[in-house]
């Protein structure tokens, strides 16, 4: 193996490694330092690696490989996964304080399986890291088993993008038939009808990661998670990772005719919807949490119209603004003892350090010029109004929504706070240094990063990744100028939230009522048939055969074993007559054999007399 080849095998092998042993181990002072320590090291692996772009593959069943790859998207997105890990355990440090070792475990567990899934080249390697994320979302999501609230929402999420991992299934057998075989760059070339199976299995699977239309509800509840693990899953981790791999098998969505239109149709529908459900929140990682799967829309908008490169950068950009705004989130939690906007108006006037980097990442998120949303967002809609106007108009109302809900946040960090504050204030009263360090070091991304959708920078994305190397400076500017009056707007006029889109659309509710409740259904009777049916017949045919058993031992003991017995005994009687002529004497013999003869000779007469 060569260097880049090692680097590449240790980053994602060293922090599934010690986060094995972290979560099972009992080491509560020094798993923080062990766990930060680990993702500084898988950082400079990951920015090794990037440069170097290596590849990798191992046999594995049915002849697959397990394939990585650092290719140009993964050299994009990998190195995003690797620091922004590394900042949120920076900060977690200063916010967890029980259980640590497991915490910080599984911590590193989640993203070795993100790393994995970003690099992953073939079906093999992208099953194994897409199913180990999604336990350990599990685990992290009710982190806090004592409480069953949480542990449900943490079953919530699993069943629920177990359901569409299926997907992933379907497609990797719908790759052999077809005779694609396993890797994902050979997908398109499956015969018909396989390639569109293959496409619609991996596009049910990614859609439920990224917790996209349908399947959105799952997010809601996934916010009872600890805060650094609430801003791990949406930022780098598993949400993004259903849009990275949509960005992944864009050119297999291309090849159907049909799955880059439904692809785009359902990105830019989630991000209208899921923004009206964002505005109409009133707890902030809530609100938070729907606006993720709002701006997740646009990424898959650009799978869907081929925007890739604006995919990505949207991917990166968002990763920074949403991890600083759930960290916000966490701190204020810690530091408050509450999540409800109305409890935290005028947060960022007591704690003008968060306050100031919060709203860098909520400007960001608004989509206001020159921060880094504006011009990934806008990179993505280019595109799509060369694709449909209606797709564009679309993603204009999903970014006038977006200023919307950032103002939102905005009016509520900043507004004069009630005179019952030091009431309402139930926390800690502080946010640490190492709380603070990371908020820093994201605003800093959230500000920037929007340099990867404009020239040059996006000219070199374009030409390694794919995509359009142009943007429209009049989509920019129409871009920006609603994202001021959206903002300015709510925070000035304050516009009624939509209270029939603070349940999520009903969306839960909806899943039970067409599929938990059928199936629980189903189950029912299925074991009213296995207890009622099955089991007794199997019981009623088990004592037929303990009965039958019963009559063949009487019979072998009553009648079988007596009669061989009689036989027995009448063999041995006549055994012993046959022994009474042998004497040893020769007279004897001699006088036995004349009577034979003789009795054969008197035989023989009366047979021919009477013949």
Not at 72 to 99: D, E, H, K, Q, Y
Not at 547 to 569: K, P, Q
């Amino acid at each position: 193996m060569t260097g880049a080849q090692i680097a590449l095998v240790t980053m994602v092998a060293l922090p599934a490694v010690v986060g094995g042993v972290l979560a099972v181990a009992r080491t509560e002072r020094s798993a923080a330092p062990i766990a930060v320590l680990t993702a500084g090291v898988a950082t400079v692996l990951a920015v090794f690696t990037a440069a170097a772009r290596p590849s990798t593959s191992y046999p594995f069943l049915a002849g697959a490989n397990f394939a990585l790859n650092v290719d140009a998207l993964a050299a994009l997105i990998v190195p995003m996964i690797a620091a922004v890990t590394f900042l949120v355990l920076v900060f977690a440090a200063g916010n967890i304080r029980r259980s640590r070792s497991r915490f910080f475990g599984l911590m590193l567990l989640f993203s070795s399986s993100a790393l994995v899934t970003a690099t992953a080249a073939s079906l093999p390697a992208l099953l194994f890291a897409w199913e180990l994320m999604g336990a350990t979302s599990y685990a992290l999501i009710g982190f806090w088993w004592r409480d069953s609230d949480r542990v449900s929402a943490g079953l919530t999420a699993f069943i629920t993008t177990r359901t569409a991992d299926l997907g992933l299934y379907v497609a990797a057998g719908a790759a052999l038939a077809g005779g694609a075989g396993m890797d994902l760059a050979s997908l398109s070339s499956a015969a018909d009808p396989w390639r569109d199976v293959a496409a619609a299995g991996i596009l049910v699977a990614a859609l439920g990661k990224a917790a996209q239309l349908p399947f959105s509800f799952w997010l809601s509840g996934a916010m009872k998670g600890p805060s650094p693990v609430s801003a791990l899953l949406h930022s780098a981790a598993m949400v993004a990772m259903g849009g990275y791999l949509l960005l992944r098998i864009e050119p297999l969505l291309a090849s159907t005719g049909w799955g880059g239109p439904v692809t785009a149709w359902v990105g830019v529908g989630t991000a209208v919807l899921m923004g009206f459900v964002a505005l109409g929140q009133r707890d902030f990682k809530q609100l938070l949490a729907a606006s993720t799967v709002a701006q997740l829309g646009f990424v898959v908008l650009a799978a869907g119209v081929g925007a890739v490169n604006g995919g990505a950068a949207h991917l990166v950009a968002h990763a920074s603004v949403k991890a600083l705004l759930f960290l916000t989130a966490g701190a204020w939690l810690s530091a408050v003892g509450t999540e409800e906007l109305e409890s935290l108006r005028g947060v960022a006037r007591r704690w003008r350090v968060v306050g100031v980097a919060a709203t860098a990442g909520a400007l960001a998120l608004a989509g206001i010029a020159p921060l880094s949303l504006w011009a990934t967002k806008d990179s993505v809609l280019t595109v799509a109004l060369v694709s449909s106007p209606f797709l564009y108009a679309a993603g204009l109302v999903a970014g006038a929504l977006s200023a919307a809900y950032a103002g939102k946040l905005v009016w509520t960090m900043w507004a004069r706070p009630g005179t019952d504050w030091e009431i309402r204030s139930q926390g800690t009263g502080k946010v640490t240094a190492l709380e603070q360090a990371p908020l820093a070091a994201f605003a800093v991304g959230a500000v920037t990063l929007g340099v990867l959708a404009l020239p040059p920078l996006l000219g070199v994305l374009a030409d390694a990744i794919g995509g359009p190397a142009e943007v429209s400076i009049g989509e920019l500017a129409v871009s920006a100028g609603i994202a001021v009056v959206g903002l300015l707007a709510m925070v000035w006029v304050r516009a009624p939230e939509p209270r029939w889109a603070l349940e999520w659309f009903g969306l839960e509710a909806a899943a039970h009522a067409v599929v938990v409740r059928p199936v629980l259904g189903l189950a029912r009777a299925l074991a009213w048939f296995d207890d009622k049916v099955v089991d007794r017949s199997l019981t009623m045919l088990s004592g037929a055969a303990y009965r039958l058993a019963l009559t063949a031992a009487w019979a072998d003991i009553r009648g079988i074993d007596r009669g061989v017995s009689a036989i027995a005994i009448r063999v041995g009687r006549l055994g012993q007559l046959a022994r009474s002529p042998q004497t040893g004497a020769i007279h004897q013999y001699f006088l036995q054999t004349v009577t034979v003869l003789i009795a054969a000779v008197v035989v023989w007469t009366l047979c021919t007399m009477m013949g």
